[in-house]
């Protein structure tokens, strides 16, 4: 089945004014002019929010899926800041008792 192309404003504009399918798009003929997807900058997060979200999870008892959803966060980035931090723990744990 055919779907109507949406146009949208972009360089590739010119280049596809057709009728295609939205499972195949032949990209090959843009030649140099093709579609470019828009980058997604990071979030970053200082360390100091990083240690209170951490907190806020060991000591609340929760589920760190929990606390990323009421902070905002992708479930797993919280785990593996609370994981990072166990680890961290362990290593200076074993520096210590050397």
């Known amino acids: 089945m055919l779907y109507p192309l949406v146009i949208a404003r972009s360089p590739c504009d010119e280049a596809i004014q057709s009728w295609t399918s939205p499972k195949s798009v032949d990209?090959?003929?843009l030649g140099s002019e093709r579609?470019?997807?828009a980058k997604r900058r990071r979030r970053s997060?200082?360390?100091?929010?990083k240690r209170q979200a951490v907190d806020l999870a060991?000591?609340?008892?929760r589920s760190?899926?929990?606390v990323s959803k009421e902070?905002?966060?992708?479930g797993s980035l919280l785990s593996r800041w609370v994981k990072e931090r166990s680890t961290v723990a362990a290593w200076i744990a074993s520096l210590r008792s050397q």
């Not at 060991?58 to 008892?61: A, D």
């Open 35 to 37: 579609c470019q997807m």
């Open 58 to 61: 060991l000591s609340s008892g």
């Open 71 to 74: 902070l905002g966060l992708d």
């Open 45 to 49: 997060y200082s360390d100091e929010y």
């Open 64 to 66: 760190a899926k929990s």
């Open 27 to 29: 990209t090959y003929s």
